[in-house]
């Protein structure tokens, strides 16, 4: 019944999308209550996950059926969703790739983006680390490659190992950071012989635990933990809300959520799920440690959403 009057609503909608403005943008209000069945697995980034986490706390709280959610990598989400089939939600930090475009077309899906928001990927130290507070993208690339010791990038920096903590190579994290610092015929970032973890919380207790690690992850894990942690300005540009929004911080990235309309279709509860989502993030997504993403981003969302739906009709 409520997949009737789903559709129904969109078709009126859809009718006054064409006159409206960007700024008229909206989705059919969602109940919850009316979703109380069913299943909604997810899975991807550990980057999206605490924003998928609130938003699945807020629709659950209304009534809805409880989203399962794994933190298990960008690249071993699209995994799941693309090649298993077992998901009906991928969370990634990155933009999906033409391979997993094609691993999904071989399994009858065609996936579809939403972006959800904007996230400064950031680079931390100790709170007790007092000797570095800004570095280049090529100190940085140093730092995660060829230097063995801090005073190899700087001189006055001390002759002590660099310990690093970075995500897990299936990662979004992990995959942005690369093509974003280093160049291709750089050294790759492994041969630093990093500890890595796909768990953002471990990387966190690895820097925290001494004077000369550093590592990277998303700014929502630097909030919850800035008392004991330092962040780095990049090119000395510090992120921040401004920085990320207008493009100067040098490590800002979109973040996305993924699904299909054949899902949407066959599970109403994944459709409403995603409605509610985009509906609701912008009020969530500063307090959880994220940024808005564009008005015109958000916009093209729900354009998505809404053309996805129609396909069904």
């Known amino acids: 019944m409520h997949r009737t009057i789903w559709l129904l609503l969109l078709v009126a909608f859809a009718t006054i999308l064409g006159s409206a403005s960007d700024s008229d943008i909206g989705l059919p209000e969602v109940d919850p209550l009316d979703y109380a069945e069913g299943e909604i697995v997810t899975a991807g980034s550990s980057t999206v996950f605490p924003l998928s986490e609130r938003m699945a706390e807020r629709w659950t709280d209304a009534g809805g059926v409880a989203p399962s959610i794994a933190s298990i990598g960008s690249g071993a989400g699209f995994e799941r969703f693309c090649v298993e089939g077992e998901t009906d939600i991928s969370n990634a930090s990155r933009a999906i790739k033409d391979s997993e475009v094609e691993s999904c077309a071989a399994i009858g899906r065609e996936p579809i983006e939403f972006r959800v928001g904007t996230d400064a990927l950031v680079v931390t130290v100790s709170a007790a680390n007092d000797f570095v507070t800004d570095v280049s993208l090529e100190e940085l690339a140093m730092i995660f490659s060829s230097a063995d010791t801090w005073s190899d990038v700087r001189a006055e920096w001390p002759a002590e190992a660099i310990q690093r903590f970075i995500p897990g190579t299936d990662s979004g994290t992990f995959d942005y950071f690369v093509e974003a610092v280093f160049d291709e015929d750089e050294e790759p970032i492994l041969s630093a012989n990093p500890q890595l973890s796909e768990d953002d919380n471990v990387l966190v207790q690895g820097i925290t635990g001494s004077l ?102």
């Not at 690690?213 to 990049?234: H, K, P």
């Open 212 to 313: 000369y690690a550093i590592g990277f992850f998303g700014y929502a894990y630097y909030v919850e933990n800035q008392d004991a942690l330092n962040i780095l300005s990049i090119e000395g540009i510090e992120a921040n809300a401004q920085t990320t929004d207008d493009g100067s911080y040098p490590l800002a990235r979109p973040l996305f959520i993924y699904s299909d309309a054949g899902i949407m279709a066959e599970k109403p509860q994944v459709a409403a799920f995603i409605s509610f989502y985009l509906s609701n993030v912008n009020d969530e997504v500063i307090d959880v440690g994220y940024f808005p993403a564009s008005a015109d981003a958000l916009h093209a969302a729900k354009g998505a959403f809404l053309d996805a739906m129609m396909m069904d009709m």
